[in-house]
Protein backbone atom coordinates (compact mmCIF):
# COMPACT_ATOMS: atom_id res chain seq x y z
CA UNK A 1 0.00 0.00 0.00
CA UNK A 2 2.07 2.90 -1.56
CA UNK A 3 -0.82 5.59 -0.96
CA UNK A 4 0.53 8.46 0.91
CA UNK A 5 -0.61 12.17 2.00
CA UNK A 6 1.07 14.86 0.87
CA UNK A 7 1.89 15.71 4.62
CA UNK A 8 3.76 12.27 4.92
CA UNK A 9 5.37 12.85 1.40
CA UNK A 10 6.21 16.86 2.21
CA UNK A 11 7.29 16.69 6.15
CA UNK A 12 10.36 15.01 5.51
CA UNK A 13 11.56 16.83 2.40
CA UNK A 14 10.84 20.28 3.39
CA UNK A 15 12.76 19.34 7.28
CA UNK A 16 15.95 18.11 4.60
CA UNK A 17 15.71 20.22 2.50
CA UNK A 18 15.03 18.14 -0.88
CA UNK A 19 12.21 18.63 -3.68
CA UNK A 20 9.35 16.21 -4.37
CA UNK A 21 8.09 15.84 -8.13
CA UNK A 22 4.76 16.76 -8.55
CA UNK A 23 3.51 15.40 -12.00
CA UNK A 24 0.82 16.00 -13.75
CA UNK A 25 -0.54 12.93 -15.39
CA UNK A 26 -3.11 13.10 -18.69
CA UNK A 27 -4.09 9.53 -18.92
CA UNK A 28 -3.19 5.98 -17.39
CA UNK A 29 -0.24 5.48 -19.96
CA UNK A 30 1.48 8.94 -18.13
CA UNK A 31 0.52 7.69 -14.60
CA UNK A 32 2.06 4.29 -14.92
CA UNK A 33 5.72 5.89 -16.20
CA UNK A 34 6.06 8.55 -13.66
CA UNK A 35 5.26 5.98 -11.12
CA UNK A 36 7.67 4.02 -13.16
CA UNK A 37 10.52 6.73 -12.89
CA UNK A 38 10.01 6.96 -9.27
CA UNK A 39 10.13 3.31 -8.44
CA UNK A 40 13.53 3.10 -10.04
CA UNK A 41 14.62 6.25 -8.63
CA UNK A 42 13.30 4.99 -4.83
CA UNK A 43 11.85 8.13 -4.58
CA UNK A 44 8.37 9.41 -3.28
CA UNK A 45 6.35 10.88 -5.74
CA UNK A 46 3.09 13.35 -6.15
CA UNK A 47 0.99 12.49 -9.15
CA UNK A 48 -0.71 15.75 -9.93
CA UNK A 49 -4.38 16.39 -12.01
CA UNK A 50 -5.53 19.16 -13.52
CA UNK A 51 -8.98 20.09 -13.52
CA UNK A 52 -9.45 19.54 -17.17
CA UNK A 53 -7.83 15.62 -16.62
CA UNK A 54 -10.37 14.98 -14.22
CA UNK A 55 -13.07 16.41 -16.21
CA UNK A 56 -11.96 14.33 -19.18
CA UNK A 57 -12.07 10.76 -17.68
CA UNK A 58 -13.69 11.75 -14.34
CA UNK A 59 -12.93 11.73 -10.94
CA UNK A 60 -14.09 8.44 -9.60
CA UNK A 61 -12.72 6.51 -13.11
CA UNK A 62 -9.13 8.44 -12.40
CA UNK A 63 -9.10 7.99 -8.45
CA UNK A 64 -9.37 4.18 -8.95
CA UNK A 65 -6.85 4.25 -11.51
CA UNK A 66 -4.52 5.92 -9.53
CA UNK A 67 -5.23 3.81 -6.33
CA UNK A 68 -4.71 0.89 -8.23
CA UNK A 69 -1.06 1.88 -9.75
CA UNK A 70 -0.72 3.45 -6.37
CA UNK A 71 -1.06 0.68 -4.37
CA UNK A 72 0.82 -1.53 -6.18
CA UNK A 73 4.22 0.76 -6.86
CA UNK A 74 6.60 0.15 -4.13
CA UNK A 75 7.56 3.97 -3.24
CA UNK A 76 4.94 6.59 -1.66
CA UNK A 77 2.27 8.01 -4.19
CA UNK A 78 0.12 10.76 -3.40
CA UNK A 79 -2.55 12.39 -5.38
CA UNK A 80 -3.24 15.79 -5.76
CA UNK A 81 -5.72 18.71 -7.35
CA UNK A 82 -3.56 20.86 -9.11
CA UNK A 83 -4.84 24.67 -10.00
CA UNK A 84 -8.68 24.41 -9.25
CA UNK A 85 -11.17 27.53 -8.56
CA UNK A 86 -13.99 25.77 -8.50
CA UNK A 87 -15.51 24.46 -5.14
CA UNK A 88 -17.80 22.29 -6.43
CA UNK A 89 -14.73 20.45 -7.78
CA UNK A 90 -12.90 20.51 -4.85
CA UNK A 91 -15.89 18.46 -3.03
CA UNK A 92 -15.85 15.82 -6.09
CA UNK A 93 -12.16 15.40 -5.37
CA UNK A 94 -12.10 15.49 -1.57
CA UNK A 95 -14.74 13.09 -1.49
CA UNK A 96 -13.11 10.73 -4.49
CA UNK A 97 -9.82 10.49 -2.18
CA UNK A 98 -7.81 12.67 -3.22
CA UNK A 99 -4.62 13.48 -0.85
CA UNK A 100 -4.61 17.18 -1.45
CA UNK A 101 -5.99 20.00 -3.30
CA UNK A 102 -5.01 23.55 -4.55
CA UNK A 103 -7.72 25.66 -3.82
CA UNK A 104 -6.87 28.58 -7.07
CA UNK A 105 -8.34 31.97 -5.53
CA UNK A 106 -5.55 33.74 -6.96
CA UNK A 107 -8.30 35.62 -9.27
CA UNK A 108 -10.23 36.46 -6.11
CA UNK A 109 -9.20 39.57 -3.70
CA UNK A 110 -7.20 38.47 -1.04
CA UNK A 111 -10.13 38.50 1.44
CA UNK A 112 -12.20 36.46 -0.02
CA UNK A 113 -9.73 34.20 -1.40
CA UNK A 114 -8.85 34.00 2.30
CA UNK A 115 -12.60 33.59 3.74
CA UNK A 116 -12.89 30.39 1.07
CA UNK A 117 -9.68 28.77 1.64
CA UNK A 118 -10.11 28.19 5.25
CA UNK A 119 -13.75 26.78 4.12
CA UNK A 120 -11.79 24.34 2.01
CA UNK A 121 -8.81 23.81 4.67
CA UNK A 122 -12.07 22.91 7.23
CA UNK A 123 -13.27 20.16 4.06
CA UNK A 124 -10.05 18.56 3.22
CA UNK A 125 -9.36 18.20 6.97
CA UNK A 126 -12.48 15.54 7.18
CA UNK A 127 -10.44 13.38 4.47
CA UNK A 128 -7.53 14.13 6.59
CA UNK A 129 -6.48 15.60 3.24
CA UNK A 130 -4.33 18.78 2.57
CA UNK A 131 -4.60 22.25 1.10
CA UNK A 132 -2.18 24.20 -0.94
CA UNK A 133 -3.18 27.98 -1.02
CA UNK A 134 -2.24 30.25 -3.13
CA UNK A 135 -2.67 34.27 -3.77
CA UNK A 136 -0.90 35.52 -6.50
CA UNK A 137 -1.73 34.40 -10.42
CA UNK A 138 1.17 32.07 -11.89
CA UNK A 139 1.96 33.71 -15.37
CA UNK A 140 1.00 31.30 -18.22
CA UNK A 141 -2.08 29.22 -18.77
CA UNK A 142 -2.22 25.34 -17.21
CA UNK A 143 -4.82 23.30 -19.06
CA UNK A 144 -7.53 25.83 -19.06
CA UNK A 145 -6.55 27.52 -15.70
CA UNK A 146 -4.66 30.96 -15.35
CA UNK A 147 -3.48 33.74 -17.62
CA UNK A 148 -0.57 35.14 -19.87
CA UNK A 149 -1.07 37.85 -17.58
CA UNK A 150 1.90 38.59 -15.31
CA UNK A 151 0.11 38.39 -11.62
CA UNK A 152 0.22 41.24 -8.54
CA UNK A 153 2.67 40.23 -6.24
CA UNK A 154 1.68 41.21 -2.76
CA UNK A 155 3.69 42.31 0.30
CA UNK A 156 5.33 38.75 2.15
CA UNK A 157 2.89 40.25 5.10
CA UNK A 158 -0.44 39.54 2.98
CA UNK A 159 1.01 35.51 2.30
CA UNK A 160 2.31 35.28 5.80
CA UNK A 161 -1.44 36.61 7.49
CA UNK A 162 -3.01 34.53 4.74
CA UNK A 163 -0.97 31.17 5.58
CA UNK A 164 -1.79 31.97 9.24
CA UNK A 165 -5.27 32.69 8.72
CA UNK A 166 -6.19 29.88 6.82
CA UNK A 167 -4.10 26.91 8.43
CA UNK A 168 -2.86 25.94 4.22
CA UNK A 169 -0.25 23.36 4.70
CA UNK A 170 1.78 24.46 1.47
CA UNK A 171 1.75 27.79 -0.14
CA UNK A 172 3.00 28.75 -4.13
CA UNK A 173 4.68 32.23 -3.37
CA UNK A 174 4.70 34.17 -6.73
CA UNK A 175 8.91 33.91 -7.45
CA UNK A 176 9.10 34.86 -11.08
CA UNK A 177 8.36 31.42 -12.33
CA UNK A 178 5.81 30.71 -14.81
CA UNK A 179 3.88 28.15 -16.63
CA UNK A 180 5.10 26.62 -19.73
CA UNK A 181 7.81 27.18 -21.93
CA UNK A 182 9.76 30.04 -21.11
CA UNK A 183 10.54 32.78 -23.69
CA UNK A 184 12.88 34.74 -22.26
CA UNK A 185 15.04 34.11 -19.19
CA UNK A 186 13.11 34.05 -15.91
CA UNK A 187 12.95 36.73 -13.76
CA UNK A 188 13.53 34.71 -10.07
CA UNK A 189 12.88 36.46 -6.99
CA UNK A 190 13.90 33.09 -4.54
CA UNK A 191 13.95 35.47 -1.64
CA UNK A 192 10.94 35.38 -1.27
CA UNK A 193 10.85 31.83 -0.17
CA UNK A 194 13.26 32.17 2.42
CA UNK A 195 11.59 35.47 3.77
CA UNK A 196 8.44 33.81 3.63
CA UNK A 197 9.72 30.44 4.89
CA UNK A 198 11.23 32.80 7.74
CA UNK A 199 7.78 33.84 8.91
CA UNK A 200 5.84 30.73 8.34
CA UNK A 201 8.27 27.60 8.02
CA UNK A 202 5.66 25.35 5.71
CA UNK A 203 6.56 23.86 2.91
CA UNK A 204 6.83 26.03 -0.29
CA UNK A 205 5.77 25.16 -3.93
CA UNK A 206 7.85 25.75 -7.06
CA UNK A 207 5.42 25.99 -10.48
CA UNK A 208 6.10 26.38 -13.27
CA UNK A 209 9.05 23.95 -13.57
CA UNK A 210 9.51 23.12 -16.76
CA UNK A 211 12.46 24.92 -18.39
CA UNK A 212 14.57 25.83 -14.86
CA UNK A 213 18.29 25.21 -14.69
CA UNK A 214 19.36 22.12 -12.47
CA UNK A 215 21.06 25.44 -9.78
CA UNK A 216 17.72 27.39 -10.39
CA UNK A 217 15.88 24.38 -8.68
CA UNK A 218 18.38 23.10 -6.38
CA UNK A 219 18.57 27.30 -4.68
CA UNK A 220 14.85 27.25 -4.34
CA UNK A 221 14.62 23.83 -3.13
CA UNK A 222 17.31 25.02 -0.51
CA UNK A 223 15.38 27.57 0.42
CA UNK A 224 11.95 25.82 1.25
CA UNK A 225 10.45 25.04 -1.82
CA UNK A 226 9.54 21.28 -1.17
CA UNK A 227 6.95 20.62 -4.18
CA UNK A 228 8.19 21.03 -7.68
CA UNK A 229 5.70 21.25 -10.03
CA UNK A 230 5.95 19.71 -13.48
CA UNK A 231 3.66 19.48 -16.19
CA UNK A 232 4.43 21.05 -19.70
CA UNK A 233 7.77 18.75 -19.65
CA UNK A 234 5.62 15.79 -19.16
CA UNK A 235 3.58 16.96 -22.56
CA UNK A 236 6.50 17.60 -24.68
CA UNK A 237 7.83 14.56 -24.09
CA UNK A 238 4.55 12.23 -24.59
CA UNK A 239 3.49 13.89 -27.85
CA UNK A 240 7.04 14.48 -29.20
CA UNK A 241 7.55 10.67 -28.73
CA UNK A 242 4.11 9.98 -30.47
CA UNK A 243 5.03 12.33 -33.50
CA UNK A 244 8.45 10.56 -33.46
CA UNK A 245 7.27 6.99 -33.84
CA UNK A 246 4.49 8.18 -36.12
CA UNK A 247 7.05 9.81 -38.27
CA UNK A 248 9.76 6.54 -38.29
CA UNK A 249 6.78 4.22 -38.32
CA UNK A 250 4.40 5.30 -41.15
CA UNK A 251 3.36 1.27 -42.07
CA UNK A 252 3.15 0.67 -38.04
CA UNK A 253 -0.60 0.54 -36.90
CA UNK A 254 0.75 -1.16 -33.62
CA UNK A 255 -0.76 0.88 -30.62
CA UNK A 256 1.32 -1.34 -27.77
CA UNK A 257 4.37 -0.29 -29.66
CA UNK A 258 3.59 3.22 -29.58
CA UNK A 259 2.57 3.28 -26.11
CA UNK A 260 6.01 1.90 -24.76
CA UNK A 261 7.93 4.53 -26.79
CA UNK A 262 5.98 7.30 -25.28
CA UNK A 263 6.17 5.65 -22.12
CA UNK A 264 10.13 5.63 -22.42
CA UNK A 265 9.98 8.85 -23.10
CA UNK A 266 7.94 10.07 -20.15
CA UNK A 267 9.75 8.16 -17.40
CA UNK A 268 12.84 9.53 -18.55
CA UNK A 269 11.69 13.39 -17.97
CA UNK A 270 10.25 12.46 -14.75
CA UNK A 271 13.78 10.35 -13.81
CA UNK A 272 15.68 13.50 -14.75
CA UNK A 273 13.77 15.91 -12.88
CA UNK A 274 13.17 13.88 -9.65
CA UNK A 275 16.79 13.32 -9.97
CA UNK A 276 17.56 16.80 -9.77
CA UNK A 277 15.46 17.80 -7.02
CA UNK A 278 17.64 15.49 -4.58
CA UNK A 279 15.00 13.14 -4.06
CA UNK A 280 15.94 9.50 -5.01
CA UNK A 281 16.81 7.27 -2.33
CA UNK A 282 14.78 8.93 -0.23
CA UNK A 283 11.21 6.75 -0.36
CA UNK A 284 12.06 3.94 2.30
CA UNK A 285 12.63 7.02 5.04
CA UNK A 286 9.13 8.44 4.08
CA UNK A 287 7.99 4.85 4.03
CA UNK A 288 9.58 4.34 8.03
CA UNK A 289 8.23 7.45 9.20
CA UNK A 290 4.47 6.54 8.39
P1 LIG B 1 5.03 23.75 -16.07
O1 LIG B 1 3.93 23.46 -17.04
O2 LIG B 1 5.81 24.97 -16.46
O3 LIG B 1 5.89 22.56 -15.86
O4 LIG B 1 4.36 24.12 -14.68
C1 LIG B 1 3.65 23.11 -13.99
C2 LIG B 1 2.86 23.67 -12.87
O5 LIG B 1 3.26 24.58 -12.19
C3 LIG B 1 1.56 23.03 -12.59
O6 LIG B 1 0.82 23.74 -11.66
Given at each position: MAVASLKQVLDPAFEERYGVAAINIVDDLSLQSVIAAAEVLEAPLIVQTSLKTVKSIGAPVLSQLFRARAEAASVPVALHLDHCPEREWISICLQN?????????????VEENRRQTAEVVQEAARYDAQVEGEIETVRGVEDGVGSDEGGLVHPIEISDGFIADTGVYAFAPAIGTAH??????PHLMPERVTELVARQPIPMVLH?????AREQFEDLIARGCAKVNISTALKIAYTDAARAFLDANPAKHDPPSLFRHVSQAVQAMAEDHISMFGSAGKATAVQARG
Open positions: GWNSVLFDGSHLDGMYAAEGGTGL
